[in-house]
T-cell receptor
Framework: EPEVTQTPSHQVTQMGQEVILRCVPISNHLYFYWYRQILGQKVEFLVSFYNNEISEKSEIFDDQFSVERPDGSNFTLKIRSTKLEDSAMYFC????????????FGDGTRLSIL | DQQVKQNSPSLSVQEGRISILNCDYTNSMFDYFLWYKKYPAEGPTFLISISSIKDKNEDGRFTVFLNKSAKHLSLHIVPSQPGDSAVYFCAAGGNQGGKLIFGQGTELSVKP
């Protein structure tokens, strides 16, 4: 069964450094998402992406965050200058359509900011 | 953000019995609901979904019920198996494009 893959599984970064989290969505999916889960809290929506542009973003997704689909397979989340509070699990998801279709999630990247 | 709530942080059930997980929502514009299962160190795995035009959807041992007037959905697992032990999240969407709003999760423990 096709799956969403994320790399790395764990990223440790110094505060203030840039970090790029990578995702390979399911190949025939057109809609891509990033969510995060801070330890002990809910899974929170960050951003949705379709047709090479952001469809929607949450208030968490400020100017420090950006997303890109640099080629036909990868989907990346960049945090420009990391803060301690960016420490979380980051999940990538994809779906065939935006409405009334299940989103399929990767196993996440654990981001630890020191 | 309290739009989707799972009020039971944990549930313990005997193998072979029914597990019932509950979820409440406040936004009447939600029209698509999903249940995900999550093991430690893995991402959420899609289990079953339901559209607001239905009140029940069944897939094998899993059934989701939707009560729109009460803004309540539930997931029934029958019979429960030890391998079902995991954290279960409900999620809602539909009125905000693809964005999903998640509940806090309920940790299910199925004892042999």
């Amino acid at each position: 069964e096709p799956e969403v893959t994320q790399t790395p599984s764990h990223q440790v970064t110094q505060m203030g450094q840039e970090v790029i989290l990578r995702c390979v969505p399911i190949s025939n999916h057109l809609y891509f998402y990033w969510y995060r889960q801070i330890l002990g809290q809910k899974v929170e929506f960050l951003v949705s992406f379709y047709n090479n542009e952001i469809s929607e973003k949450s208030e968490i997704f400020d100017d420090q965050f950006s997303v890109e689909r640099p080629d036909g397979s990868n989907f990346t989340l960049k945090i420009r200058s990391t803060k301690l509070e960016d420490s979380a699990m980051y999940f990538c998801a994809s779906s065939a359509r935006d409405l009334n279709q299940p989103q399929h999630f990767g196993d996440g990247t654990r981001l630890s900011i020191l | 953000d309290q739009q989707v709530k799972q009020n039971s942080p944990s549930l313990s059930v005997q193998e072979g019995r029914i597990s019932i997980l509950n979820c409440d929502y406040t936004n009447s514009m939600f029209d698509y609901f999903l249940w995900y299962k999550k093991y430690p160190a893995e991402g959420p795995t899609f289990l079953i979904s339901i559209s607001s035009i239905k009140d029940k959807n069944e897939d094998g041992r899993f059934t989701v019920f939707l009560n729109k007037s009460a803004k309540h959905l539930s997931l029934h697992i029958v019979p429960s198996q030890p391998g079902d032990s995991a954290v279960y999240f409900c999620a809602a969407g539909g009125n905000q494009g693809g964005k999903l709003i998640f509940g806090q999760g309920t940790e299910l423990s199925v004892k042999p």
